[in-house]
């Protein structure tokens, strides 16, 4: 398993665009790939996947790629202001105002599978019905209130055999994720994957 976890690392940060002249385009802050993999594989032809913080699109084209090589029909929402989480300010992207271009050239080339909406997270969960997305998986702003505001507006939006899910879940000191996903569910109901640093609970 190692090796195959190291083999899709270095998969997920060497696809297509991202990759520049030998150089690895965006931070590495995708450390999920297997659960990616497994919701790629797991989803129904048909479903609903949303993404919930995308940034220069490390992880979306890691799934994009996977639901592509599976020949899944899947619509696949990537939702994020582009305008950075509050640790971001001082991202050259973020100060020049160009971040959203730089997901466009990075996901070029998934294009067709990709749907970005440049909206903050809540306000994106109402353009969804009740029950209708597959899964959910937030990886936006890692504050209290905010990872608490995202859980509240994305698990109505769940179908029944879904999965809410999330990154980050031990994030620094004082486990401001941690604490906003045991405050919004039942502890015994949270699957952690700590290899991943992944949340998630069955809908
Ligand atoms: C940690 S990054 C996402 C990393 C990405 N999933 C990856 O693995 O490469 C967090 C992203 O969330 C976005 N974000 C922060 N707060 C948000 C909000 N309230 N609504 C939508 N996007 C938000 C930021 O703009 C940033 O691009």
């Not at 020949?71 to 971040?99: H, M, Q, Y």
């Not at 009740?130 to 995202?150: L, M, P, Q, R, T």
């Amino acid at each position: 398993m190692n090796a195959e976890y190291a083999a899709r690392v270095r998969h997920a940060t060497s696809l297509g665009s991202l990759q520049r002249s030998g150089q690895t385009v965006g931070e590495n802050w995708f450390t999920f790939p297997l659960t990616y993999s497994h919701f790629a594989r797991s989803i129904r032809d048909g479903g609903i996947f949303v993404e919930v913080g995308s940034w220069k699109g490390r992880s979306s084209v890691y799934m994009a790629h996977e639901l592509r090589s599976l020949g899944k029909r899947v619509s696949f929402f990537c939702i994020d202001t582009w305008e950075g989480s509050p640790e971001n300010v001082d991202d050259p992207w973020v100060r020049a105002g160009s971040l959203f271009d730089l997901f466009l050239e990075n996901t070029r080339e998934y294009g067709d599978l990709i749907t970005p909406v440049r909206k903050p997270s809540v306000e994106a969960a109402r353009d969804f019905a009740d029950g209708s997305i597959d899964i959910v998986f937030i990886d936006a702003c890692h504050e209290y209130e905010s990872v608490k505001a995202d859980i509240a507006a994305w698990l109505p939006k769940i179908r029944p055999g879904g999965v809410i899910a999330g990154h980050d879940y031990l994030w620094r000191d004082d486990n401001p994720v941690k604490n906003a996903v045991e405050e919004s569910f039942h502890p015994s109901n949270i699957l952690v994957h700590r290899g991943e640093n992944v949340w998630f609970v069955l809908a």
